[in-house]
């Protein structure tokens, strides 16, 4: 471990800049993001499709897709740096240290192979475990993630189980080898609604039971409000806004983190009370706007959102956001930092 790493925080990525250098020009996809994140702890990274969430988790694990390229930045993970490790010692830290869980598990697991077949294939891989031990753990797994009838379920192929059990499968995979950080890329986009809360409930109680940390990635605010313990909004590339749950749903402090609060249907608003879209289109990220993301699509937007990139207000110890709108209120002897 490298001299003044921080040895408690399990993740620590400190001012990201990754690209991709497509034949139409640079995509700029994430702009200077940095994240903290300690043993146990849950955070939510919301935004919309585009905004850089999955990049940034998939970076963690060096599964930048080619023409990505990280430009800048450092990754610590578990006294891992990221950005300095080859392939090889990349697969070694893959599902032992950190898994993933895709939002579609129709296209991640192989159609070809019974769900015993591909458990057991990465337990073998990662542990010593003779084919034996592996069955017997892949039985275990399946139990630990609420399957019925495990043995039968062991022989079957992805297509005779329903959508909710092969996202309890995958979740099984991710967690073979008990790794410390599991990264949950929008794990319940595929499901309806009643299978949905079923999937995060059984996340939660894994966490406890396990003690890992999670990464759940999200365009829906509805869902990391239950569970996740700090939040960072991602908007065209940045963090715009980062706090507790308490703070982004009571203290919301960017207008975007506002736009999506508003467009959550509320079960106690008046009857028929319309829900409050946000004007406008993403940024195009291979020409983004030299000031404030977002300016573009703000109701409040000043004239030097347009030009300049707004500075960090912080709100408390793990509350803050880059808006020019906080800074006007602190300049004018607001409450941007009461």
Not at 108 to 136: C, F, M
Not at 309 to 314: F, G, H, K
Request: glycine residues 8%; aromatic residues 6%.
């Amino acid at each position: 471990m490298a001299e003044g790493q921080n040895v408690r925080k399990l993740v620590d990525i400190k001012n990201e800049r990754l690209s991709f250098f497509t034949p139409a020009g640079e995509v700029k996809a994430l702009n200077d993001v940095s994240i903290m994140l300690d043993e146990g702890e849950v955070l939510g990274i919301v935004g919309e499709s585009g905004s850089g969430k999955s990049v940034t988790a998939y970076s963690l694990m060096g599964l930048t897709a080619h023409p990505g390229k990280l430009l800048d930045g450092t990754l610590w993970f578990n006294g891992h740096q990221i950005e300095t490790m080859t392939e090889k010692e990349m697969r070694k830290i893959r599902g032992n240290e950190v898994s993933i869980i895709f939002q579609d598990p129709m296209t991640s697991l192989n159609p070809v192979y019974t769900i015993g077949n591909q458990i057991e294939e990465v337990i073998l891989l990662h542990t010593d475990k003779k084919r034996k031990e592996a069955h017997e753990r892949a039985k275990e797994l399946l139990e630990l993630v609420g399957i019925n009838e495990p043995e039968k379920r062991l022989k079957q192929y992805p297509h005779e189980l329903s959508g909710g059990m092969r996202q309890r499968v995958m979740i099984a995979i991710a967690l073979a080898c008990e790794p410390k950080l599991l990264i949950a890329d929008e794990p319940t986009t595929a499901l309806d609604v009643t299978i949905q809360a079923q999937i995060l409930e059984l996340m939660m109680k894994l966490k406890e039971k396990l003690g890992m940390a999670i990464i759940m990635i999200t365009h829906d605010l509805g869902v990391v409000a239950s569970m996740c313990e700090k939040i960072a909004v991602m908007y065209a590339g940045k963090i715009v806004e980062y706090g507790t749950a308490e703070d982004i749903f009571y203290h919301p402090k960017h207008q975007y983190t506002k736009g999506l609060i508003r467009s959550i249907p509320r079960l106690d608003t008046k009857e028929h009370e319309r829900l409050v879209p946000i004007e406008g289109t993403p940024v195009d990220m291979l020409n983004p706007p030299k000031g404030c993301p977002f300016a573009p699509r703000c109701e409040e937007c000043m004239k030097i959102c347009l030009r300049e990139m707004p500075p960090v207000t912080n709100f408390g110890d793990a509350h803050y956001t880059q808006c020019w709108l906080n800074q006007k209120e602190e300049m004018e002897g607001g409450t941007a930092n009461e």
